[in-house]
T-cell receptor, first 113, second 112 residues
Framework: TQLLEQSPQFLSIQEGENLTVYCNSSSVFSSLQWYRQEPGEGPVLLVT?????EVKKLKRLTFQFGDARKDSSLHITAAQPGDTGLYLC?????????????FGTGTLLAVQP | NAGVTQTPKFRVLKTGQSMTLLCAQDMNHEYMYWYRQDPGMGLRLIHYSVGEGTTAKGEVPDGYNVSRLKKQNFLLGLESAAPSQTSVYFC???????????FGSGTRLTVV
């Protein structure tokens, strides 16, 4: 069973601070996605990374896929209260079924105004 | 708006009762999924479907059944509800393996 472990589990910061969330596995993934989930709603796709070493930016969010395709990170610059939510990474394991994702355990972020 | 619609949004069941959760998508997606989300456990896959008329077991299928008679609908059934099935259930769909998931807004189920 492939596991995707996220750290930290919980993060509470002040508006304007920077933060990084990590997603790690011992398995190689052919692609990895990041989702954000707000209370009472389903997760919403933020980005998909496919190539080892790939970096994608979405406004103040920077996503990176590790060179070995076993890990990923999400960096938020100058966090805002609207960034509050549960951040989930999810991957398709190399050699595994491409028709389903494996989800990480999640990082709950609270940005205080 | 196009997307994934789940009904009902909330439900309370007594132990042993049965119910069906409905998921409908209007995006012509091939793949559909049922997940449960529990504190500290993340999203766990219950069952999924790769096309109309097909279903397959996920990580935690026991106590649940599914059907995909029409491409746009994916039903999740609980034949005899147990307190351990208290959870938030999410349905998701996607076009194919190269795309991300579109999730519904969830069904909060409590079994007493």
């Amino acid at each position: 069973t492939q596991l995707l472990e996220q750290s930290p589990q919980f993060l509470s910061i002040q508006e304007g601070e920077n933060l990084t969330v990590y997603c790690n596995s011992s398995s190689v993934f052919s692609s990895l996605q990041w989702y954000r989930q707000e209370p009472g709603e389903g997760p919403v796709l933020l980005v998909t990374v496919v190539t080892g070493g790939e970096v994608k930016k979405l406004k103040r969010l920077t996503f990176q896929f590790g060179d070995a395709r076993k890990d990923s990170s999400l960096h938020i610059t100058a966090a805002q209260p609207g960034d509050t939510g549960l951040y989930l990474c999810a991957g398709v394991s190399r050699g595994g079924a491409t028709n389903k994702l494996i989800f990480g355990t999640g990082t709950l972020l609270a940005v205080q105004p | 708006n196009a997307g994934v619609t789940q009904t009902p949004k909330f439900r309370v069941l007594k132990t042993g009762q049965s119910m069906t959760l409905l998921c409908a998508q209007d995006m012509n997606h091939e793949y559909m999924y049922w997940y449960r989300q529990d504190p500290g456990m993340g999203l766990r896959l219950i069952h999924y479907s790769v096309g109309e008329g097909t279903t397959a077991k996920g990580e935690v299928p026991d106590g649940y059944n599914v059907s995909r008679l029409k491409k746009q609908n994916f039903l999740l059934g609980l034949e005899s509800a147990a307190p351990s099935q208290t959870s938030v259930y999410f349905c998701a769909s996607r076009l194919d393996g190269n795309y991300g998931y579109t999730f519904g807004s969830g069904t909060r189920l409590t079994v007493v």
